[in-house]
């Protein structure tokens, strides 16, 4: 059982990184974090094989609405993708996908709000940031440096995630033993160092927590997995760039009530000291967050 005492362990020895400043992220004269000032990130899945039904959304004009009350129940940035990550949904091609958000990003930005588009694909990068795209959520994990420049090119953020294989549709199973924290570190150093020469200034990094992990992790062990990753996060702020968590499920353990199932893993993530929340559930999520700063 989590209590207290791992907590108080945790942060007991890794002292160090626990106030490690973090500097806020400037983006198209906005200013977003870093925690506790949290902000967070909404969904719209333009994908039929995303499995969260609520995101889901049909058409150009169900997205808009639906990024539209995103926003307005509190989200900081509108998260786009095409493509499910489920390993058996569809691949969607550069062409099928940007189809499907140039409309989407158009009238979002032209509606004054800041959207990001998840991607692995060169030109889905470029098109979409030629109509608007504030931010790549980047889930390629191989060849980078053609984003980090394109992202520069537009005055545009990227949230590196970590991805074991060339992308995020090509990813290794977790290794849930040893520090994974560390080998977190290691990789958005190097990323961060490169997407910094390239001249993007605004980056996030995200642990890819949300991505697939194949049956390497049944139920019990990638929840503690996950766990364990949300409450190290606080010692990626040494990085000095914001942590960005993908909210998960445990539709094992929450089965018809899987929509509460960020609120919790919320929690987790801000007892780590998460700066940017990716989630499905603004609205709940904006509560856990604001009852979590009345303690704070």
Request: hydrophobic share 45%; glycine share 10%; with cysteine.
């Given at each position: 059982?989590?209590?207290?005492?791992?907590?108080?362990e945790?942060?007991g020895?890794?002292?160090?990184?626990?106030?490690?400043?973090?500097?806020?992220?400037?983006?198209?004269?906005?200013?977003?974090?870093?925690w506790?000032?949290?902000?967070?990130?909404?969904?719209v899945?333009?994908?039929r094989?995303?499995?969260?039904?609520?995101?889901?959304v049909?058409?150009?004009?169900?997205?808009?609405?639906?990024?539209?009350?995103?926003?307005?129940?509190?989200?900081?940035?509108?998260?786009?993708?095409?493509?499910?990550?489920?390993?058996n949904?569809?691949?969607?091609?550069?062409?099928?996908?940007?189809?499907a958000?140039?409309?989407?990003?158009?009238?979002?930005?032209?509606?004054?709000?800041?959207v990001?588009?998840?991607t692995y694909?060169?030109?889905v990068?470029?098109?979409?940031?030629r109509?608007?795209?504030?931010?790549?959520?980047?889930?390629?994990?191989e060849t980078?440096?053609?984003?980090?420049?394109?992202?520069?090119?537009?005055?545009?953020?990227?949230?590196i995630?970590?991805?074991?294989?060339?992308?995020?549709?090509?990813?290794a199973?977790?290794?849930?033993?040893?520090?994974?924290?560390r080998?977190r570190?290691e990789?958005?150093?190097?990323?961060?160092?490169?997407?910094?020469?390239?001249?993007?200034?605004?980056?996030?990094?995200?642990?890819?927590?949300?991505?697939?992990y194949?049956?390497?992790l049944d139920?019990?062990?990638?929840?503690?997995y996950?766990?364990?990753?949300?409450?190290n996060?606080?010692?990626?702020?040494?990085?000095?760039?914001?942590?960005?968590?993908?909210?998960?499920?445990?539709?094992?353990y929450?089965?018809?009530?899987?929509?509460?199932?960020?609120?919790?893993?919320?929690v987790?993530?801000?007892?780590?000291?998460?700066?940017?929340l990716?989630?499905?559930?603004?609205?709940?999520?904006?509560?856990?967050?604001?009852?979590?700063?009345?303690?704070g």
């Amino acid at each position: 059982m989590l209590g207290l005492e791992y907590l108080a362990e945790l942060a007991g020895r890794y002292a160090s990184e626990l106030d490690a400043p973090v500097a806020p992220v400037s983006l198209r004269g906005r200013q977003l974090g870093p925690w506790p000032d949290v902000a967070l990130m909404g969904v719209v899945n333009l994908s039929r094989d995303s499995w969260y039904r609520e995101s889901v959304v049909t058409s150009a004009e169900a997205a808009v609405r639906r990024g539209r009350r995103l926003a307005a129940e509190g989200a900081h940035l509108i998260d786009l993708g095409a493509e499910s990550t489920l390993p058996n949904a569809a691949r969607a091609g550069a062409g099928e996908q940007t189809s499907a958000l140039l409309p989407v990003v158009r009238e979002l930005n032209d509606s004054g709000i800041l959207v990001s588009v998840e991607t692995y694909d060169p030109q889905v990068a470029r098109e979409t940031l030629r109509a608007g795209a504030a931010v790549l959520n980047l889930t390629a994990g191989e060849t980078t440096e053609p984003f980090y420049r394109l992202a520069a090119e537009h005055d545009a953020g990227v949230l590196i995630c970590h991805v074991r294989g060339k992308h995020v549709r090509e990813a290794a199973s977790a290794d849930p033993l040893g520090d994974h924290v560390r080998a977190r570190y290691e990789y958005f150093a190097r990323e961060i160092d490169l997407a910094q020469r390239c001249g993007v200034a605004a980056i996030w990094v995200d642990g890819g927590l949300g991505f697939y992990y194949g049956d390497l992790l049944d139920g019990p062990v990638r929840v503690r997995y996950q766990i364990e990753t949300f409450l190290n996060t606080f010692r990626l702020r040494a990085l000095g760039r914001p942590v960005c968590h993908a909210l998960p499920h445990a539709f094992e353990y929450f089965e018809d009530e899987v929509r509460s199932a960020e609120g919790f893993f919320a929690v987790m993530a801000l007892l780590g000291r998460t700066d940017l929340l990716r989630t499905h559930e603004i609205g709940k999520v904006r509560g856990v967050v604001e009852t979590m700063r009345t303690v704070g």
